[in-house]
Each structure stands twice: as C-alpha cells, then as structure tokens.
C-alpha cells in the first residue's frame, strides 16, 4: 500500500458527532526529535483561521492551540507521550460538543474546548515528519 502524500490536505465540514483519524508512523527515530502537525483551517488555504492545531514532538510532548486573525492563541501542553518510537500509530480526533477529543491508539489522551465555531472548519491539513497510511473524514450519523 502506498503512503499518502504530505503535507496531506482535505477538504471538510466538521460538525458535531465527525471525526478524523489519521494512521501513520514517524519517518525519523524519536532521538532526531521528529513532528506531527494537524491543523483544522476554517478556510480552505493554510493561511486561514485554526480551530484547532494538533503538534506533536515525539518523544517530548504535545502542544494544542488556535490562531485567529493571523495570531496565535494560548497554548495548551501536554508532556504525556502516548506515541512509541518506531511503532505505527492510530490517531482519532472526535469533534464532541464542547470539545475537541483527541483518542490515540485507541485511549482517549487529549482535550481542546473550542475557541471558533465548529461550522467553520472546513479543511485538515495532515504535515511534518511521518508516513501516512490513510486519512479518513467521518461525518456525524443521522
């Protein structure tokens, strides 16, 4: 199977109830200090608004925060790894009604309130140091 291209860039509509996983693994060993970026643009160019931006510095820790009108917001941190060097991972965003839920290999790990309204994202942009196997969009179940 083929690996998806990165950065990788899709175009959504989140509302409550969807979600998005993303599998891969690091192209780099943890001691290189690889990254993972994700990235919810309300616009569909990576010079819009972020709901919600998702970096991972493996091996070290986890930064989430917002950017609006070209500033970054306050940044939340984390320094619990859930990542293991050299093992592939399973990555789940879940868009809950006050929060963002961010499930790894299954656990839930990570949560982000949310600073912009939901309706307004409309692309995830996958990007930095890893492989991608797949990047799916699932939208909330009538």
Known sequence: MSGLQVPH?????????SSVTIRGTTLLPFVKDPQLQVDF???????????????????HF?????REDGSWKGQVWSSHMPFA???????RILVLHNEYQVVV?????????????????RMVQVWRDVSLTSVDYARRRR
Not at 47 to 59: C, E, N
Not at 85 to 91: Q, S
Request: proline share 0%; no cysteine; net charge positive.
């Open 9 to 17: 860039t899709r175009h959504v509509f989140l509302s409550i109830g």
């Open 41 to 59: 643009h309300t616009g569909t160019t990576e010079k819009s608004d972020i709901a919600f931006h998702f970096r991972v510095y493996f091996g």
């Open 62 to 66: 986890v930064v989430m925060s917002s």
């Open 85 to 91: 060097d050299g093992k592939a991972f399973v990555l």
């Open 105 to 121: 290999n299954g656990q839930h790990y990570y949560s982000f309130a949310h600073r912009l309204q939901l309706g307004d994202v």
